[in-house]
């Protein structure tokens, strides 16, 4: 080696040893010997032979500051031969229970693209630990949005102080900015910019298991929206009760729950944003499904209003069937709701005789109502037949003639569907039209009295909410707890139709049944 290569003052151009330090001797490693020894070592089990993902190396790397909060016997099970092609995923261990962050991320990351080395009951963890990460990436979102809030309104009341003028302020139309970001409509963003900063200051319970991935945005918003409208201290009560409830609660009860708590705690206010809600968002909407087909509803409809439009809607469907004409239920109460909305009448589909009809219900008044009952079954079908019968009999077509039969051959899920309470957020955002300008803040017109409907399905109204002596909610089977108000517009309308059994249950002190009695035939 020449004095070129490594220019200095030792031997061949090097740097001299240190004092000292012994020099360094020839280099005497033997490979072959170290290869007959590892050999040796592999046939008498010493050694192993690597896997092949062990040559290749990990897909994903961690360092130790990313696992420095992980339990060190927990992040030993991680490694070597049973680590990751272990059972980590299983039930009840590491992967199962870890908390969502780069560690989880990376572990998920190598499992997702070797998906073949977990086993059958491995794979569920996988989808739970992506899932709680999942729901950590909307925590950050939610975080980040709260914060853009805050700036924005600090920039807006900034410019207000020093006089600018309006349209000109820093941070005036937030909602637009986020919305443009966040590829929704402005009132979508307003939304999540209220759900951000609430989960920020009045549900902090909510916000920490939104954070640890035990719940996703769409329960946190759940949670949020019947609590928004209570004072302070009682959205805290209903935060640390449904903070704890949520991460084991389908997305449908989760909701009858948020409601019912929010009721019970302060049942004016939830009122108030019912009341609210009913003001700025009551409308009729249609749209486009993700089939490629339409939707047409109601929404933020009164509770007595939208049953009894579905007891004309089942009942008419019922005499339909009766009629001869053919189809499940489900698909019958589709005809009669098109005919309904589009001015033409169900029934004039049937060739033949129709099927018996009552006259007109009486008004709460005492007022004769309008004819239309003589060309339309009565919501429930007609007295004396088997429409809503404690048995389940079964029709000739199939299926059962009950509309409220739950196990009817049609399949009619409404009761069962467990997809979000509302209709995803591009389907319900407001879309204003040339009629709404200058309307927003007009008085809504009067409601009517809801139309007599048969109470087929198990409505539990305590006695002195009947009376107007207590404020004790009601209770509808699969819609949940309806507040005083609603359980007496209910009642009344139930009880003016001849088809509603009225029972009664006597409750012992301790909150137990005592006794149960039926009247016989129509109530009086």
């Not at 992967?95 to 491995?122: F, I, K, N, V």
């Not at 933020?300 to 089942?314: F, G, R």
């Amino acid at each position: 080696m020449s004095e070129s290569s490594f220019p200095g003052a030792g031997p061949d151009g090097g740097q001299p040893p240190l004092p000292g330090v012994p020099a360094r001797g020839e280099d005497d490693w033997d490979g072959e010997a170290e290869l007959a020894a590892y050999v040796a070592d592999l046939a008498a089990g010493r050694a192993r032979i690597p896997e092949e993902w062990e040559v290749e190396g990990p897909a994903a790397t961690i360092s130790l500051g990313d696992a420095a909060d992980v339990d060190p016997a927990q992040l030993a099970a991680l490694l070597g031969p049973d680590g990751l092609g272990g059972e980590i995923y299983a039930r009840d261990r590491s992967a199962d229970a870890m908390r969502p962050g780069p560690l989880l991320a990376a572990l998920t990351e190598q499992a997702a693209g070797e998906l073949g080395r977990l086993t059958g009951s491995q794979v569920p963890g996988a989808v739970s630990a992506a899932g709680r990460l999942a729901a950590r990436a909307q925590y950050l979102e939610l975080a980040a949005i709260a914060g853009f809030t805050r700036r924005r309104q600090g920039q807006f009341e900034a410019d207000e102080a020093r006089g600018v003028r309006p349209g000109q302020r820093d941070g005036e139309f937030p909602d637009a900015e986020l919305g443009m970001e966040l590829v929704t409509s402005s009132v979508a963003a307003r939304d999540t910019m209220d759900l951000a900063l609430d989960l920020e200051t009045r549900l902090p319970q909510t916000r920490a298991a939104l954070g640890a991935g035990l719940i996703d945005a769409a329960r946190a918003r759940l949670i949020w929206r019947p609590t928004r409208y209570l004072p302070d201290a009682d959205a805290a009560r209903a935060d640390e009760t449904l903070a704890v409830l949520a991460p084991g609660m389908r997305h449908d009860a989760l909701g009858r729950k948020a409601a019912a708590v929010a009721m019970k705690l302060n049942p004016e206010a939830f009122n108030r944003g019912k009341d609210q809600a009913r003001q700025e968002r009551q409308r009729v909407i249609a749209g486009r499904e993700e089939s490629g087909n339409a939707f047409l509803a109601g929404r933020e409809l009164a509770i007595q209003d939208a049953l009894a439009s579905k007891a004309h809607i089942d009942a008419l469907a019922v005499a339909l069937r009766r009629g001869g004409l053919p189809g499940t239920l489900r698909h019958l109460r589709v005809l009669a709701f098109n005919d309904l909305t589009q001015g033409r009448d169900p029934l004039d589909r049937l060739t033949g005789p129709r099927p018996p009809e009552t006259g007109p219900a009486p008004a709460p008044d005492g007022q004769s109502r309008p004819d239309a009952g003589q060309r339309h079954p009565a919501a429930g079908g007609a007295p004396g037949t088997d429409a809503g019968r404690s048995t389940h009999g079964r029709g000739s077509t199939g299926g059962s003639d009950r509309p409220d039969d739950p196990h009817g051959a049609d399949g009619d899920d409404d009761a069962s569907w467990d997809g979000y309470p509302d209709l995803p957020e591009w389907q319900h955002e407001r879309r204003g039209t040339d009629e709404d300008d200058g309307h927003y803040h007009d008085p809504p017109a009067p409601p009517r009295p809801p139309a007599p409907f048969p109470a087929l399905i198990n409505f539990t109204v305590p006695a002195g909410t009947a009376y107007g002596w207590s404020s004790a909610p009601g209770d509808i089977g699969g819609w949940g707890l309806t507040d005083p108000g609603d359980t007496r517009r209910l009642l009344h309308a139930a009880a003016a139709h001849p088809r509603t059994r009225l029972c009664a249950t006597l409750l012992a002190p301790g909150g137990t049944a005592a006794a149960h009695a039926c009247a016989r035939g129509p109530h009086p």
